[in-house]
């Protein structure tokens, strides 16, 4: 009975719009920031190292390189300081945690492509240029 009234409350401030994306996808974040009363969106580029939670709580970790130092960044999923989510590409991985890529440089911190099914309108682009 506390669980399905607490999953209600819950539901309505969860964010509807969000794309699926997994553990080891490079995903575009756009982070609302507010410098005095005007509103600007940053985006915060890297690789879904894991996701953790359920429902309202969960969170998922971003990890980028900047000016040769990792930078790691826990989002919270339905944060309203989210202003999209947007998967770039798809990384085939076979762990639920990519923590070992903290110890990795340059070229060994690639992960092979896995080829899924996009749905335009998902969040990510919905044609990508072949070169």
């Known amino acids: ?14 964010v509807k719009d969000r794309p699926d994306f997994h553990v080891g996808d490079n995903v575009d974040i756009g982070v609302r920031i507010m410098e005095g ?11 879904v190292l894991g996701r953790r939670g359920g429902g309202l709580t969960e969170t998922f970790t971003v990890r980028r390189i900047v000016a040769s130092e990792g930078v790691e960044r826990t989002f919270p999923l339905h944060a ?12 085939k991985v076979r762990r639920a945690k990519l923590t070992y890529l903290r110890k990795r440089t340059g070229k060994a911190t690639r992960l092979e492509e896995e080829r899924r099914e996009v749905v335009p309108g998902e969040g990510a682009p919905a044609e990508t240029a072949e070169a």
């Open 1 to 14: 009975m506390r669980q399905a009234a607490l999953q209600r409350v819950e539901a309505e401030f969860m």
């Open 37 to 47: 009363d005007k509103e600007r969106t940053q985006v915060f580029t890297g690789v």
């Open 80 to 91: 309203p300081s989210i202003a999209f989510i947007r998967v770039i590409r798809s990384g």
